[in-house]
């Protein structure tokens, strides 16, 4: 069994302040996709690496994934609330999505 | 575009009915699939379908069952609904099986097992 570990589980911040998530297995995956889900709704695809050593930035989040693609990290740079939310790793093989716990991230205005 | 619809969006249910959750998307997808989130356990992928009149199981099928009679539906089934089902289920669909593709998920259904 594959399993996705991600740390840390919770995290408030303030406002402007900089985070890392990190997610991270045991197992290579072909594919490492992050989310986004906020309260009541479905998770929503923020990015997905596929290459060992790919960066991928989407404005002031950068993406990871690690060399031997069997890790990744999200790096938040200058938090807004509006990036409040719960983040999710998910490693792709064989069709189907392995998911880490998540991180429930709160930015305090 | 309505994307990935799930109906209901809540249910009370006692313990030993039965119950059935309906997915619908409308983007023709291939690739279907049902999970079940709670608190402290991220998603756990309960049944999938490769397509129409497939299906297959996840990490969690026990207690469930599974029907794609049409491709654009996927349908959850509790036969005998226990505690243990009380969560919150969601559908996602993919176009494909390549794990590049995003998956595209619903608002799920919040599901009470009294």
């Known amino acids: 069994t594959q399993l996705l570990e991600q740390s840390p589980q919770f995290l408030s911040i303030q406002e402007g302040e900089n985070l890392t998530v990190y997610c991270n297995s045991s197992s290579v995956f072909s594919s490492l996709q992050w989310y986004r889900q906020e309260p009541g709704e479905g998770p929503v695809l923020l990015v997905t690496v596929v290459t060992g050593g790919e960066v991928k930035k989407l404005k002031r989040l950068t993406f990871q994934f690690g060399d031997a693609r069997k890790d990744s990290s999200l790096h938040i740079t200058a938090a807004q609330p509006g990036d409040t939310g719960l983040y999710l790793c998910a490693g792709g093989s064989n069709y189907k999505l392995t998911f880490g716990k998540g991180t429930l991230l709160t930015v305090n205005p | 575009n309505a994307g990935v619809t799930q109906t209901p969006k809540f249910r009370v249910l006692k313990t030993g009915q039965s119950m059935t959750l309906l997915c619908a998307q409308d983007?023709?997808?291939?690739?279907m699939y049902w999970y079940r989130q709670d608190p402290g356990m991220g998603l756990r992928l309960i049944h999938y379908?490769?397509?129409?009149?497939?299906?297959a199981k996840g990490e969690v099928p026990d207690g469930y069952n599974v029907s794609r009679l049409k491709k654009q539906n996927f349908l959850l089934g509790l036969e005998s609904a226990a505690p243990s089902q009380t969560s919150v289920y969601f559908c996602?669909?993919?176009?494909?099986?390549?794990?590049?593709?995003?998956?595209?998920f619903g608002d799920g259904t919040r599901l009470s097992i009294l």
């Open positions: 996602a669909s993919r176009q494909t099986g390549i794990s590049n593709q995003p998956q595209h």
């Open positions: 983007m023709n997808h291939e690739y």
């Open positions: 379908s490769v397509g129409e009149g497939t299906t």
